[in-house]
């Protein structure tokens, strides 16, 4: 069974268009985040939503917009894309958003922007 | 100056050897320090925690901190193939709500059969 899951894996697209990627966990956790992680494997927080309420959202264009519509689901639509929005993006969950709470990642999702 | 430290290597020993993988960081205010693995493209994995001084056994894994010095280390003993991954050190601020993950930028090991 997968615990935290992402689509599409792949996402190969042109600059100037607008994509989502979606993260769905089974794991009945109340937290969740997105990550970005560069060519530098360089991993940093963007968002993260507890129980549906955004709690961290961290310095990033505002062309990024996550969307929570139940606990088990964070989405992150991006608008606009440019050549430096491509990354690997992950998502993960917590079982709440303690300091002593494990985080799950998913596989990733490979955007490509050309 | 980052907030956490880490060679990103690359950093090649043979099968059997005893590896040693560092960070180091800035804010006083990280209480809880995790090692996490991340194989070639596959999300990262938990593999040690801690929030204390000293040291924390888990098998062929060691984590050490040293909170005065800013330091921490996971030692690997008897190294495999399998441990060829990337290793990132992530810290966290302990007593806040909203607590967010800093990771360091990962040191890539190799382990030579």
């Known amino acids: 069974d997968t615990a935290v899951s992402q689509t599409p894996k792949y996402l190969v697209t042109q600059m100037g268009n607008d994509k989502s990627i979606k993260c769905e966990q089974n794991l009945g956790h109340d937290t969740m985040y997105w990550y970005k992680q560069d060519s530098k494997k360089f991993l940093k927080i963007m968002f993260s939503?507890?129980?549906?309420?955004?709690?961290i959202n961290e310095t990033v264009p505002n062309r990024f917009s996550p969307k929570s519509p139940d606990k088990a689901h964070l989405n992150l639509h991006i608008n606009s894309l440019e050549l430096g929005d491509s990354a690997v993006y992950f998502c993960?969950?917590?079982?709440?958003?303690?300091?002593?709470?494990?985080?799950?990642f998913g596989p990733g999702t490979r955007l490509t922007v050309l | 100056q980052k907030e956490v430290e880490q060679d990103p290597g690359p950093l090649s020993v043979p099968e059997g050897a005893i590896v040693s993988l560092n960070c180091t960081y800035s804010n006083s205010a990280f209480q809880y320090f995790m090692w996490y693995r991340q194989y070639s493209r596959k999300g990262p994995e938990l593999l040690m925690y801690t929030y204390s001084s000293g040291n924390k056994e888990d098998g062929r894994f060691t984590a050490q901190v040293d909170k005065s010095s800013k330091y921490i280390s996971l030692f690997i003993r008897d190294s495999q193939p399998s441990d060829s991954a990337t290793y990132l050190c992530a810290m966290k601020i302990s007593g806040s709500s909203a607590s967010k993950i800093i990771f360091g930028s990962g040191t890539r090991l190799s382990i030579r059969p």
């Open positions: 993960a969950s917590s079982p709440s958003s303690g300091s002593t709470d494990t985080q799950y």
């Open positions: 939503y507890n129980n549906k309420e955004l709690i």
